[in-house]
């Protein structure tokens, strides 16, 4: 199969003369020239990069570089891995001593950040590459994780600037998974909401649309405030539960997964309701 036709099996809503067999080969050539100890798995490389938000034709060098170097880290390569090892994650290390951890609590949060980006089919790093800095995510990750084991350890935390790249971009693995869980969110979602009695919908609409009033909505329909307070706060649990349903089903993720998930869209649930609601007139 030419590269061409493994990129658009990879990415078929792509209009086909948008990225050419030329194109690819010279992204392979660039890959190989960088990292040329490294033995590169083309067909993997294609999808990895057909994966990315952006054409391959409007991607940096250095994104294809480090899309490659992640590509062979996750099939194992020990050349591969050695790379990562020596020219990216002095950012990671560098992060850590500067949070003043003890050696042995630095250590394990150097292994479990190569655990967590490097175990999996396919392993996170993967999915990560090439949607910001390699040496940013490997970074931020580990700081992260370092301060996950502070706070378990019942041990104060530092704030958000560590959590901040050098180049000032902030959580290069959030903005992932939110990228990557977006749509799927958004189908489970809107299932969630069409799944409601019409008596329900129409109390969000009023509510979330029209801007109705607690107090105005407890006039109309004959009841006390605090009842249409529990009316909403039920109807919120409702579409809640059917969206981890929904999303469990689609991702077949484990709980844990689909939670957090729901943690990284939480902030956007009410303009989520509205948007829903408002397409249904």
Request: net charge negative.
């Given at each position: 199969m030419s590269l061409h036709a493994?990129?658009?099996?990879?990415?078929?809503?792509?209009?086909?003369?948008?990225?050419?067999?030329?194109?690819?080969?010279?992204?392979?050539?660039?890959?190989?020239?960088?990292?040329?100890?490294?033995?590169?798995?083309?067909?993997?490389?294609v999808r990895a990069l057909a994966g990315l938000p952006a054409s391959v034709t409007a991607l940096e060098d250095r994104a294809i570089v480090e899309v490659a170097l992640c590509v062979a880290c996750g099939r194992g390569d020990a050349a591969a891995l050695a790379r990562l090892e020596a020219e990216y994650l002095d950012g990671a290390r560098a992060a850590l001593a500067a949070m003043k951890l003890d050696d042995a609590l630095r250590d394990e949060a150097l292994q479990e950040t190569r655990r967590k980006l490097l175990v999996g089919?396919?392993?996170?790093?993967?999915?990560?590459?090439g949607r910001g800095s390699l040496r940013g995510l490997l970074k931020v990750t580990a700081t992260r994780t370092a301060i996950s084991m502070l706070r378990k350890a019942g041990r104060e935390a530092p704030g958000d600037d560590a959590v901040v790249d050098v180049d000032g971009e902030r959580d290069p693995e959030l903005a992932y998974l939110k990228a990557r869980y977006r749509a799927v969110f958004r189908d489970a979602f809107a299932d969630a909401v069409a799944g409601l009695e019409p008596r329900e919908r129409n109390l969000m609409r009023l509510h979330f649309l029209r801007r109705v009033t607690l107090e105005r909505l407890a006039t109309m329909y004959g009841v006390h405030r605090a009842t249409?307070?529990?009316?909403?706060?039920?109807?919120?649990?409702?579409?809640?539960?059917?969206?981890?349903?929904?999303?469990?089903?689609?991702?077949?993720?484990?709980?844990?997964?689909?939670?957090e998930v729901l943690d990284l869209i939480r902030s956007r649930y009410d303009a989520s309701v509205e948007r829903l609601l408002r397409t249904e007139g």
């Open positions: 493994i990129y658009r099996e990879a990415r078929p809503e792509m209009p086909g003369e948008a990225v050419t067999e030329e194109a690819l080969a010279s992204a392979v050539a660039r890959a190989r020239q960088a990292w040329p100890a490294i033995a590169h798995d083309e067909e993997a490389l089919d396919p392993p996170k790093l993967v999915g990560y590459a249409i307070v529990r009316h909403l706060a039920a109807i919120r649990e409702s579409i809640e539960r059917a969206t981890k349903a929904g999303l469990r089903e689609r991702l077949g993720a484990d709980r844990a997964e689909v939670d």
